[in-house]
């Protein structure tokens, strides 16, 4: 039973100038300014709209927070900390805001349209290394957000046989580019003389007949891009070497200035996370029917849902060296080794300048141990107990 219902999931469309702004390089937009309220204007505010309380008295808090999608599966822990009312026990009403990929996430949250950001470590990097001040709070996932993968009728089982063959990618611009071409590298093939890129899009039939038809060897982009080939009815097979697998992905995100002002709204809504994973472990089906309440379209086909949702269990599990570790903790080592990779050659040629990024600062731990203080087994009990969505 839902129990908050104070969330709301919309476009950021108030949020457009800003980002038109940041695009163009000018100076962090502000957020439109809010019509005066009832009360300002001497006039008492509609009933529907009067502030929530908390369930122990009190007005709620308002926190807003930007994801980079829609996606329900992959965000399942945000959905269920709504829909079971684990937002609001901590005294926080959430507005979700879905902005356009990382970059947007960041962008919004440094310029204090959002709260918080759950943007890809990339972007984040980026954003610390052109001389802004943001926290990861909290690690949600750990696995690599790109894959690098190949048909298993394809007869490639190591990285070695693409020698002479062609890599299919998302986009001339896609994000995995630097990653392919270090992976190769690392396997002693070099772009042009050894293999090629091809673009061949993210995971739809373009992709699917490319890689179906032998055009393309290989492919890499968004494991979901991956898993969505998977699901059309063409397994695939990783290729993504060891070193690479656990490359920091995306997680909360705030502002310095926020971390240090809002201290307790921060350990409510990492709190309020780890409550939701514990409750989506203790009850997956459960968990699978809150996410197709929040985003049902990506749920019309079901093998599509299920391939993403083991693509999201894999992204969430921590690597070996943090297990028994709490909810939340942060991997460091993952982050030195993206750094060293990221910083491969020179700024202009887009290298990340990562003498500018310091991980004892970037990844705080104070919320961390907070953020498990709760009852597992009280919520284990209400996972198992849940009848359903409504």
Request: net charge negative.
């Amino acid at each position: 039973m839902r129990r908050s219902g104070h969330i709301a999931i919309h476009a950021a469309g108030l949020m457009i100038l800003a980002l038109i702004l940041a695009a163009c390089g000018g100076p962090a937009a502000e957020a439109p300014e809010e019509e005066p309220a009832a009360a300002d204007t001497g006039e008492e505010a509609p009933e529907d709209e009067a502030e929530p309380e908390a369930e122990g008295g009190g007005d709620l808090t308002p926190v807003t927070f930007a994801l980079t999608n829609l996606r329900g599966v992959q965000y399942h822990p945000y959905y269920i900390a709504d829909y079971v009312g684990y937002f609001e026990d901590e005294g926080l009403d959430v507005e979700i805001v879905i902005v356009d990929g990382s970059g947007a996430a960041v962008q919004q949250t440094i310029a204090g349209n959002v709260d918080i950001g759950n943007p890809s470590a990339p972007a984040t990097a980026q954003a610390v290394a052109q001389g802004n001040c943001l926290r990861q709070f909290y690690t949600g996932s750990y696995g690599n957000v790109f894959d690098f993968a190949t048909p298993e009728s394809s007869g490639i089982t190591e990285l070695a046989d693409l020698e002479g063959e062609t890599v299919g990618i998302s986009a001339p611009g896609g994000g995995e580019i630097p990653m392919v071409r270090a992976i190769l590298a690392g396997a002693g093939l070099d772009e042009n003389a050894d293999y090629e890129m091809l673009p061949v899009g993210e995971g739809g039939p373009v992709t699917y007949q490319a890689l179906e038809a032998g055009d393309v060897a290989a492919y890499s982009s968004s494991v979901f891009d991956v898993a969505s080939v998977s699901a059309a009815g063409l397994p695939m097979r990783s290729l993504m070497p060891e070193d690479f697998a656990y490359f920091p992905t995306v997680s909360l995100v705030t502002t310095c200035d926020y971390f240090d002002a809002n201290q307790d709204v921060l350990t409510g809504f990492a709190r309020a996370t780890s409550k939701a994973k514990v409750w989506a472990s203790a009850n997956e089906q459960g968990a699978k029917d809150i996410a197709r309440d929040y985003d049902p379209e990506l749920f019309e086909d079901e093998v599509l849902a299920e391939e993403f949702w083991q693509t999201t269990l894999r992204l969430d599990a921590p690597p070996p060296a943090l297990e028994g570790e709490p909810l939340g903790s942060h991997y460091v080592e993952g982050w030195e080794t993206y750094l060293q990779f990221a910083s491969e050659g020179t700024v202009e040629e887009g290298a990340l300048d990562a003498d500018a990024i310091d991980l004892e600062q970037l990844l705080p731990t104070d919320i961390i141990g907070p953020a498990n203080d709760f009852d597992q087994d009280e919520v284990i009990a209400e996972a198992e107990a849940f009848e359903g969505v409504e």
